[in-house]
């Protein structure tokens, strides 16, 4: 279990750093962490973004509100249903979210040439896909 509190520790340490080295750009972390779901979802419902993010629905509708109204995600009717709205990210939106990607890149990729050593970061790179693994497993209850 130490192994687990030593690597659970370690990520969000590094995921903390990774937020402070994120621009400001007038979103909130949670306006962020929907469009950048949106963005993997493609084209969605609010529903089905909700699931993915393990929260209600309703609780996603400011966040989209805000979204919309700055132009980063785009809604429609569902064709298909027209009771259901599709959302989906534009153009500014990617625009945003490849920009604060690059940001937060060039920062990882700075602060892990200054600090390891060369075989660190060759471990690193070869455990990059094993943390992959692990964070796209499925998911298990906990006891």
């Known amino acids: 279990m130490a192994n687990a509190t030593e690597l ?9 750093q990774l937020r402070r080295h994120r621009s400001d750009n007038g979103l ?14 493609g084209v ?20 989209l509100n805000h979204l919309e109204s700055r132009g980063l995600v ?16 534009t153009a500014d939106g990617v625009a945003l979210l490849e920009a604060d990607r690059a940001e937060r890149d060039a920062w990882l990729n700075a602060a892990m040439l200054d600090t390891l050593t060369e075989l660190e970061f060759n471990l690193l790179m070869l455990v990059a896909p094993v943390l992959r ?5 499925d998911e298990r209850p906990l006891d």
């Open 8 to 16: 659970r520790e370690s990520i969000m340490a590094l995921t903390r």
């Open 28 to 41: 909130t972390l949670g306006q962020q962490q929907v469009l950048g779901e949106v963005s993997r979802a």
């Open 44 to 63: 969605t419902t609010p529903a089905e973004l909700a699931i993915r993010m393990h929260v209600r629905a309703q609780s996603l509708t400011d966040g």
């Open 74 to 89: 785009a809604r429609r009717t569902d064709p298909e249903d027209r009771r259901r709205q599709l959302v989906e990210v």
């Open 133 to 137: 693994k692990l964070a796209d497993g």
